[in-house]
């Protein structure tokens, strides 16, 4: 039997409220169930409110299959993804185990998350906490991520977005990017991290793009009051994904960032 996504679709007439306190939902495990990218979509919603509700969506048959992403037949499924819901509040929502990305928005101005959980074993492949491209005003805090990937990854077209008290780890640690894969990128614009910790990851925090990249920028970008302890590159701007001189990294702000090593921890900064 195929699996299709839960959808929850608008354009919504008024304000929409999801409750589901106490509650856990539970995704099929077989892949083969799946035949689109998401396994909890929301779409084209104007002042969503959900609170509560713990989304397990059973990935351990996912992270075994790795190559996936090559094959038409397999899809990885995202826990819940939102495109274009704006003016929306997430709180006290926990995703755990996702196949793929735990929570993924586009297209989502103006929309704050607040004590948000994901979690999955630190050996789960591409298993971001949020991914987020093409907003305008957002705000994840008081959050923790624990996954097997990026904390937070931010795509093109992010503007004015603001993540603070997270903690995160393991995985990767929070990233900007990857950017520069495909023509027509948005600029990213207006990033704020600030009073995050982040524990036993791979990177701290990263600017990254792809080589031979069309012409992008990413400014105004502020990373401030960072805790990091046992990471291996607490700050990375990945100049191997920049080969080409249309990458643009600029006006980046690296305020009060701390760290604690241990013998094999690399150098704090590395470009």
Not at 190 to 216: F, Q
Request: hydrophobic share 35%.
């Amino acid at each position: 039997m195929v699996f299709p996504p839960i959808q929850f679709s608008g354009p919504s007439k008024g304000p929409v409220e999801i409750k589901a306190v106490g509650a856990t939902i539970k995704a099929p495990p077989e892949l083969a169930r799946f035949k689109s990218d998401e396994w909890i979509l929301f779409e084209r919603i104007d002042r969503l409110t959900m609170i509560g509700g713990t989304f397990d969506g059973q990935g351990h048959e996912a992270w075994k299959n790795p190559k996936c992403g090559d094959n038409d037949n397999c899809h990885l499924p995202v826990n819940l993804k939102f495109s274009l819901v704006k003016n929306s509040l997430l709180k006290d929502v926990t995703s755990l185990n996702s196949k793929f990305f735990h929570m993924s928005l586009h297209g989502c101005d103006n929309t704050n998350l607040d004590h948000i959980k994901a979690v999955a074993p630190a050996d789960s492949d591409n298993t971001d906490g949020v991914h987020i491209k093409h907003v305008n005003g957002l705000n994840i805090t008081n959050s923790n991520i624990k996954t097997g990937a990026d904390c937070v990854s931010i795509g093109d077209g992010s503007k004015n977005v603001h993540l603070e008290k997270l903690t995160c780890g393991p995985g990767h640690g929070i990233s900007i990017g990857s950017l520069g894969k495909y023509a027509n990128e948005k600029p990213v614009q207006g990033i704020w991290v600030k009073n995050c910790t982040i524990t036993g990851t791979s990177n701290g925090v990263r600017i990254k793009t792809w080589p031979n990249s069309p012409l992008g920028t990413a400014t105004d970008i502020h990373f401030d009051d960072i805790i990091m302890n046992n990471v291996g590159n607490p700050i990375l701007i990945d100049q191997e994904y920049c080969a080409s001189r249309n990458c643009k990294v600029s006006n980046q702000y690296y305020v009060l960032i701390v760290q604690t090593r241990t013998h094999n921890s690399r150098v704090p900064f590395v470009c």
